[in-house]
Each structure stands twice: as C-alpha cells, then as structure tokens.
C-alpha cells in the first residue's frame, strides 16, 4: 500500500495490487537507469568540454608559436595571422588583421596572380604550394612558399593556408645550382682533358714508336752526313766527354785521324785557356738541358761554335753535339769595320771641332765689323756712301745666316733648345709667316697666298715657326711660278700645314736625302746665296724634338708639298697667339751710366766700346778675367752692367767671372753672355748658367735691346 496526497496536506493511502507493484518496480529501474545514463552523458559532455578547451588552447598555442607562418584570408583582407606570419613582414598580428591584405605585402607584378589565385581557392577549388616574393615593412624583399584551402567562415568563403620564409633556401639552392654547374662544367673540362690526353699518348706512342724505327734507319745516314760534311766540324761528346762521333773536317782541325780523334777527351783537344771554358759550357749544356754558343779560337782559327744537347730515353742528355763553322774571315771582316768606324768617329769628331773653331773664329771679325756699322750709322753719310754701307751689311747678314745655320745644328746636338708647346691658333700664325716672307717674295715675283682656317694646335709656336721657315724659304727659291700656297687640313685626329710651290720638282730617289746635312739639289757650284744646304736637316731635327712627322710629295717637272704633322688642340681651351720675333724699332738711344766690356778680341771691345760711347754711355772694357776683376774693384760701384764674352783667356768663362763680380760688387750685376763658341758642350754650360745669351755676330738692334732688358733688371 502507499500514500497518495490530498488536498489540505493529507495524505491517504493508496491502494497497489501486486500486477501494479511490479510494474513500478521496472519503472523505478527504468528511471534509474537513465539517471544513470544522464549521469554518463553529463561526465562525457564535461570531458569532451574539458578536451575541446584543452585542444583549442593547444591548437592556439600551436598557432601562435608555429615556426611558420599562418593566415586566414576573407575578402582579400587578413582575418587572422600568427606572430611568425607578422614577423616575416616586420609588423604586429593586430597591424595586419584588417588593415593590411596579402596583395598590399607582395611585389607588384605578383598581386594579380595571387588575387586569382585566392578567388579560386574561395571557390573550392584545391590548393597548390606556389611561391612569391614578399615585401616587408622596410622595403626588403624575401622569398617565400605558401599553400592555402577554401573555408568558411561566419558563413562566407575565406582562405585558411600557411607560408614558410624560403628565402635561405633559395640561396642555397642558387648556390647548389651554381656549384652543380660548375661541378658539371669541370667534369666535361676534366673529360675533355682525359680524351685530349689519351688521344694525345695514343698518337705520341705511335710518334715514338716511328721515331724509333726512324731513329735507328738515321743513325746510319747521321753518320754518312756527319763525315761528308766539310765546311763544319762536327763532334760527338758523351757524358765523359769524350768524342764518340767526329768528321774528316774536324780530324783535319786537330791534326789526326777520325780514327784517333774518337776517344779523345775534351780537355785533350782544347788548350789551357779555351779548354776550360769549352769543357764548362759542355757540362753545363749536358746538366741544363739548354743549347749553348759562342765564338773560341781553335788551331789559329775562330769558330762559331754551337753545342747542342743530344737527349736519350729517358729525355735528360746523354750526349753533346758540337758545330763548329770557321769564321777567321768575318772576324778579319769586323775588325777592319771597327777599325773604319773608330777612324770615321774620330774624323767626324775632329770636324766638329773644327767647324766650331772655324765658326768662332769668324765670327769675331763679323761681330767687330757688324758692331763698326752700327756705329757709322750715326754719322752723316752721302748716298753713295749709304749704299755701300747697305751692302755691307746684307752681305754681313748672308754670313750671319750661314753661321746661325751651323749653330742651330750645334743647339740641336747639344740639347739646349726645349720646346715650349702651347695652344694657338693657326690663322694668325701662318699670317705672321706670310709678312716675314712677303718682301723676299715679292723680289721673285711671287705672292704667298694663305688658304683661310680656323684649326687650334698644340706645339711650340718658335720651333714649328723655324721648320715653315725653312719650307717657305725653299718654295721661293726653287718657285718656277707667280705664288706659294700655304694650307692646313684635317690629318687624323690633328692638322697637316702644308706648302705647295710649282717648280721643277724634285726626283724620287733624291725625297730622301734632302733632308741630310749639306746637301743640295740644283746647286753644284754651291752658290752661297742658296744657304749650306742645312736649312731641310735642321727643319728634321726639330720636327724629331717636338716628335712631328714631315712629309713631302713632288713630281718632277710640277712642283713640291713640304708638309708637317701637329697635334690638335681643343678650341675652347686656354690658348695665345704667338708673337713676332720681329725686333722693336730702335730710335737714337741716349744713355746713361757705365757698361762693362770683356772680350779678348781688341777689334771687337774697341768696336762695342765705340758704339756705347755713341748711345751716350761710359765704357770700362778688359781682355781677360783678371783686367776685369781688377776694373770692378776700382769701379764697381758705378758699373751698371756688363757684356762677357763666354771663352776667355787664362782659364776663365764669363760664367765664372760673373760669379766672382757678383762677389766682389756685393749685388747681382745685370749680365750678357757674348759668345762666337758653337760647341755644344759650351751651350750645355751657358744654359744651365740661365744668363742671358747672344751669339756672334750682334748688330746694333740687338745690343740696344739687351741693354734696355738689362736695364729693367736694374
């Protein structure tokens, strides 16, 4: 029985029949089972909570410190990124997340592709790992491999994929490339060199075993050879030394038999003096491997003799083969040419001097007489008188030049001319030449026509004025016509000035020689108004010291080109115009003060101290160094300058004795050297004294002008 509830809190009981009682019996055990099941579903659940926190917490955890990189892409913006994923860009996770897309953080040529490419995965369509090049926040770039599948996300497409930073991978892949590449190249190299070389010892095999055979055919011919050669002694030496094969010629040279020859030792065959040089040079033609000559005398004979190593099997020598040529002939030959040309340098040395004595000592009679007619020149002269001073002096000048071409030959040799190469232009310059030569011309009946330019060039002024000098000189003088032509044209990367005159032409076989020292065409009675025949040879030399071709063409019966070759110069550089070497015009000069006159020729300190007492001044002259000395230490205080004659006697020059003026006077005394000398050691030693210079024969013009320098020296 059980109790029911009532109303009003009772309780009655309430009646169970047994069939009742049972079937709530499987109930309550019904009910106690699903308590218990709920139970076991309720402690599953809270373990399967518990797992799903403990997995997501894992998976985060995972995600966060995963060694790559992680995102969720959605609307091509970042939904998600990993601390790895964010470092790869040099950003934060909350920097990327909304704000930046992978387009923003990839080169650009690769931003469409990688759109598709996330298109296609929010599609469905599988992934594929493909790689890009990234771009960092601070410009970098770096190389990376990413892989991503379709997902979604909040009910929209989105892209869940990873990223790996490849960029050492890659290095070491190029470098693994770039080394397979080289491994690769090397090992078709190494074969290459195997199949060159087994080629190459087939055929040296196959070489060896014919020169072998060839060997063995020659030896009997070599010694045919060797004995029907007659002009050459031929010897065999062995490692001892000793003669193994001879011929006939050098049994003869020995004064034996082939016979006894062989056998012999070298040091048998030799004297004294050749043997022990001889059995050095073959032993060390035996030990080096290496040919030898040299020239010995043998039995009263010279021989060229050439030792030759005779290799064995192995290729070290074994052998010596001595040929050995008689050359007594060519030695007598060389020894008389040695002979020749010591005598033709002595004879050409003894010209020298005497042609710079022979200057010198005429120059000292012109400079007197050149000195006398400056000062005739202040006195008043009839007409006649006049023109036969004139005459004198153009025939003082004809000389003058001739000397001055002796001497330009004497400053070439001796060094003392350095070019001074400026930029100039060439119009004004060939302008200058033009007025030099205009009067000359003008008595043969010839205009000097100038083709108009504008070229800049770059060289001594002075010198190549002299080399044109020369050219224009012979134009007028051979020009069969009524002009010369002056012109300039491109050469190369410089300009050719050339000078063209109608004439007869000069013959092919003589284009050469023109250019030597005294040599003349179209003058064998040597007409001295035709000049030495220096003018061409010194024109070359200059051209050589300022390393300038000349050229000339000519055809016999039309006429000549003389031509030079010089070196452009930029147009817009620094250039000057080169000046005249005119002298200024000198009025009646009325000087002051006292000159100083060294010389040791009377007639030219009577001449010089005749013309200065002229121009006004007071003179003291002296003959030598001592005079002089003796002149300064009771006048010194009054001499202005001084004119010294380089050469004087007693062992003096003016160099020294202007030193010891200069001592004496306690000052610089302004100072001219005067100088007849042409050696070109005496003009070596006058330019390195760096006193100014004038060479005999000086004309009033030029004397006045050295005293007006000297005076602005004062």
């Given at each position: 029985?059980?109790?029911?509830?009532?109303?009003?809190?009772?309780?009655?009981?309430?009646?169970?029949?047994?069939?009742?009682?049972?079937?709530?019996?499987?109930?309550?055990?019904?009910?106690?089972?699903?308590?218990?099941?709920?139970?076991?579903?309720?402690?599953?659940?809270?373990?399967?909570?518990?797992?799903?926190?403990?997995?997501?917490?894992?998976?985060?955890?995972?995600?966060?410190?995963?060694?790559?990189?992680?995102?969720?892409?959605?609307?091509?913006?970042?939904?998600?990124?990993?601390?790895?994923?964010?470092?790869?860009?040099?950003?934060?996770?909350?920097?990327?997340?909304?704000?930046?897309?992978?387009?923003?953080?990839?080169?650009?040529?690769?931003?469409?592709?990688?759109?598709?490419?996330?298109?296609?995965?929010?599609?469905?369509?599988?992934?594929?790992?493909?790689?890009?090049?990234?771009?960092?926040?601070?410009?970098?770039?770096?190389?990376?491999?990413?892989?991503?599948?379709?997902?979604?996300?909040?009910?929209?497409?989105?892209?869940?994929?990873?990223?790996?930073?490849?960029?050492?991978?890659?290095?070491?892949?190029?470098?693994?490339?770039?080394?397979?590449?080289?491994?690769?190249?090397?090992?078709?190299?190494?074969?290459?060199?195997?199949?060159?070389?087994?080629?190459?010892?087939?055929?040296?095999?196959?070489?060896?075993?014919?020169?072998?055979?060839?060997?063995?055919?020659?030896?009997?011919?070599?010694?045919?050879?060797?004995?029907?050669?007659?002009?050459?002694?031929?010897?065999?030496?062995?490692?001892?030394?000793?003669?193994?094969?001879?011929?006939?010629?050098?049994?003869?040279?020995?004064?034996?038999?082939?016979?006894?020859?062989?056998?012999?030792?070298?040091?048998?065959?030799?004297?004294?003096?050749?043997?022990?040089?001889?059995?050095?040079?073959?032993?060390?033609?035996?030990?080096?491997?290496?040919?030898?000559?040299?020239?010995?005398?043998?039995?009263?004979?010279?021989?060229?003799?050439?030792?030759?190593?005779?290799?064995?099997?192995?290729?070290?020598?074994?052998?010596?083969?001595?040929?050995?040529?008689?050359?007594?002939?060519?030695?007598?030959?060389?020894?008389?040419?040695?002979r020749s040309k010591e005598e033709a340098e002595r004879a050409n040395q003894a010209k020298s001097r005497f042609l710079a004595a022979a200057n010198h000592d005429l120059r000292q009679p012109l400079q007197a007489m050149s000195l006398l007619l400056g000062a005739i020149g202040f006195h008043d002269l009839d007409r006649r008188t006049q023109a036969l001073v004139g005459d004198m002096k153009n025939a003082l000048r004809v000389m003058e030049s001739l000397l001055n071409a002796l001497l330009d030959i004497s400053k070439l040799e001796a060094g003392t001319i350095v070019p001074e190469p400026v930029g100039f232009p060439v119009q004004p310059f060939l302008e200058h030449l033009q007025s030099q030569f205009r009067a000359q011309a003008a008595e043969h009946g010839i205009t000097i026509r100038i083709r108009p330019t504008d070229a800049v060039i770059h060289t001594d002024p002075v010198l190549l004025g002299r080399i044109l000098q020369n050219f224009l000189s012979n134009a007028i003088r051979h020009c069969r016509g009524d002009r010369v032509l002056i012109g300039c044209r491109p050469a190369g990367t410089g300009r050719r000035i050339e000078v063209w005159n109608p004439g007869e032409g000069i013959p092919e076989q003589e284009q050469e020689r023109i250019f030597e020292e005294f040599y003349q065409l179209g003058n064998p009675a040597r007409n001295r108004d035709q000049g030495l025949g220096l003018g061409l040879a010194i024109a070359k030399r200059m051209a050589d010291l300022l390393q300038l071709h000349l050229g000339v063409r000519s055809r016999e019966g039309v006429g000549a080109v003389f031509s030079v070759d010089v070196p452009g110069a930029d147009p817009q550089s620094r250039i000057r115009r080169p000046h005249a070497d005119r002298p200024a015009t000198v009025a009646r000069p009325r000087g002051q003060g006292a000159v100083l006159v060294v010389d040791d020729d009377k007639g030219i300190r009577a001449a010089m101290g005749r013309l200065l007492e002229l121009w006004g001044y007071r003179v003291f002259s002296a003959e030598g160094g001592e005079p002089a000395l003796q002149l300064v230490r009771r006048h010194g205080s009054v001499i202005d300058c001084a004119f010294l004659d380089y050469r004087l006697p007693d062992g003096w020059d003016g160099v020294t004795l202007y030193r010891e003026i200069c001592r004496l006077a306690d000052r610089t005394l302004p100072t001219t050297l005067v100088t007849g000398d042409t050696a070109a050691k005496r003009l070596r030693e006058v330019r390195e004294s760096r006193l100014p210079l004038l060479h005999k024969p000086v004309d009033a013009d030029t004397l006045l002008q050295a005293l007006e320098r000297m005076h602005l020296q004062k």
């Open positions: 029985m059980a109790e029911s509830s009532g109303g009003k809190g009772e309780r009655r009981p309430i009646m169970v029949h047994d069939d009742e009682r049972d079937d709530s019996g499987s109930l309550k055990q019904e009910l106690r089972r699903l308590r218990e099941r709920l139970r076991e579903e309720r402690a599953a659940r809270l373990r399967a909570e518990t797992a799903l926190a403990e997995s997501e917490e894992r998976y985060v955890g995972t995600m966060q410190s995963a060694l790559v990189g992680i995102y969720i892409i959605q609307d091509l913006k970042f939904r998600y990124v990993n601390p790895t994923m964010a470092a790869f860009f040099g950003y934060r996770p909350e920097e990327m997340v909304g704000g930046l897309g992978p387009t923003d953080l990839l080169v650009p040529e690769q931003r469409a592709m990688v759109a598709r490419n996330l298109q296609r995965r929010a599609h469905g369509e599988a992934g594929h790992p493909y790689e890009v090049t990234c771009l960092r926040r601070d410009g970098s770039r770096f190389d990376a491999m990413v892989w991503g599948k379709g997902v979604t996300l909040d009910g929209r497409p989105a892209s869940v994929g990873t990223m790996m930073d490849i960029s050492t991978l890659k290095q070491v892949q190029r470098r693994l490339e770039h080394h397979q590449a080289h491994l690769q190249e090397q090992v078709a190299q190494q074969t290459g060199r195997l199949r060159r070389t087994n080629r190459q010892l087939q055929q040296d095999i196959r070489a060896r075993e014919e020169a072998e055979a060839a060997l063995r055919t020659s030896e009997h011919r070599l010694r045919g050879l060797i004995n029907a050669t007659e002009d050459d002694m031929v010897m065999l030496f062995d490692r001892q030394l000793r003669v193994v094969v001879a011929n006939e010629t050098a049994a003869r040279t020995f004064g034996s038999s082939v016979a006894a020859l062989t056998g012999k030792r070298a040091s048998e065959l030799f004297d004294t003096e050749s043997g022990d040089n001889c059995q050095q040079r073959l032993l060390s033609v035996l030990s080096e491997g290496e040919s030898r000559r040299l020239e010995r005398l043998l039995a009263d004979h010279w021989y060229d003799i050439n030792l030759c190593p005779v290799p064995g099997s192995g290729g070290r020598p074994t052998a010596v083969a001595m040929f050995a040529r008689d050359i007594t002939q060519r030695k007598l030959i060389e020894q008389a040419f040695e």
